[in-house]
């Protein structure tokens, strides 16, 4: 049994010395598996690689299993599908903000190797509940009133609850910045801007235009999918008023 103690001549805890661990473990690894690299170093290398892999699997099967309440929840296949690449874009959109402002305005060194899948679980799961409620609700008015004027009335209806508990949520992880530690600040931020940039946009005008540009279409397979005429007609009389009310 032998212990081999190395310094690296770059920083610890920078890509070059990551890089330098993992051509060292392949090196050894042809002499045999037997040999193991520790330090500093290797410990973060083995964290983001178990990261990644936890995020390769994480993600999508969070996303699969929103679709599946979703299409049971709304009895619809395109609404769903619709409205978790509306939360995706947000989260997506989220990470290249808090990259920018991470770098530029705050200047941290980096992310922890956790912190997209934490900002993914909490955006996503967020995100999702404000679609819930305003999709729920425009399938409600749909029923009675068509796609088009029951998407205006649901917007109009939710509008005010959604926007409320989106920004006293969003105010409530803004207070994480205020501790010492970069963690918990960056999934503040992240979690205030994903929130506040889905009850704003996304919510409010992403995914109203969306359903109203794609029609009575959005609840394929389901009956109401083929209500168009009924739908048409309805909205003709009831649109204006409607809109006024807007």
Known sequence: LSYV??????P???????????RIRSSLDRVSTDVLVGGNTAIFLDIEKASTR???IIIP???LVI??????????LVAPLLLVASVVLS??????????VFNHVFGFAGADAAFPLFAFV???????????????RVREEAALL?????????????????TSAGIVLAATFTALGVLPLVPFAEIGFAVAFGVLLDTLVVRSLLVPAVVLLIGDQVWWPSKLAQSSSRGSSTDSTTEPATCSTL
Not at 146 to 162: C, D, N, Q, S
Request: hydrophobic fraction near 55%; aromatic fraction near 6%.
């Open 67 to 76: 679709f599946l309440v979703l299409a049971l929840l709304l009895r619809s």
């Open 91 to 100: 989260f997506v959109a989220t990470l290249g903000v808090c990259a920018l």
């Open 146 to 162: 068509g796609t088009r004027a029951g998407t205006l009335k649901g917007l109009t209806v939710t509008g005010g609850v959604i």
């Open 61 to 63: 099967l969070v996303l």
């Open 54 to 56: 936890d995020r390769t």
């Open 12 to 22: 610890g805890d920078s890509r070059a010395a990551e890089r330098t661990v993992a």
């Open 5 to 10: 103690v190395a310094t690296l001549s770059d």
């Open 122 to 136: 909490f955006i996503v799961a967020l995100g999702i509940d404000y679609n819930i409620f305003l999709m729920t």
